[in-house]
């Protein structure tokens, strides 16, 4: 059984930082690329950056690109998303997707998600 489990979202004003965490009940965390998508609403889910498996590439939404980034922590199974000078339009439900490579192949997991509100 695997669990996404996303925190830190909340309330933040335009300017500000927030660091999202997701957390992955796998044994396998490194072999699984893992992303970052957003939902605003009335908009259609889009991806915000992403980390390969080995941590060796990342790609970033252009809207994102220089504010955001992706590190991983394979010790502690978890992928976090730094965001920085947050603006009023990333304001949405940030998901977190694991996606297997290798051994884990074929395997794919979605959390929850986490609420992320930019207002002054």
């Known amino acids: 059984q695997v669990q996404l489990v996303e925190s830190g979202g909340g309330l933040v004003q335009p300017g500000g930082s927030l660091r999202l965490s997701c957390a992955a009940s796998v044994f396998t965390f490194s072999s699984y690329s893992m992303s970052w998508y957003r939902q605003a609403p009335g908009k259609e889910r889009e991806l915000v950056a992403t980390i390969t498996s080995a941590g060796g590439s990342t790609n970033y939404a252009d809207s994102v690109k220089g504010r955001f980034t992706i590190p991983r922590d394979d010790a502690k199974n978890t992928v976090y998303l730094q965001m920085n000078s947050l603006k009023l339009e990333d304001t949405a439900i940030y998901y977190c997707?694991?996606?297997?490579?290798?051994?884990?192949?074929?395997?794919?997991?979605w959390g929850q998600g986490t609420q992320v509100t930019v207002s002054s």
């Open positions: 997707k694991a996606i297997g490579r290798g051994i884990s192949r074929g395997y794919v997991y």
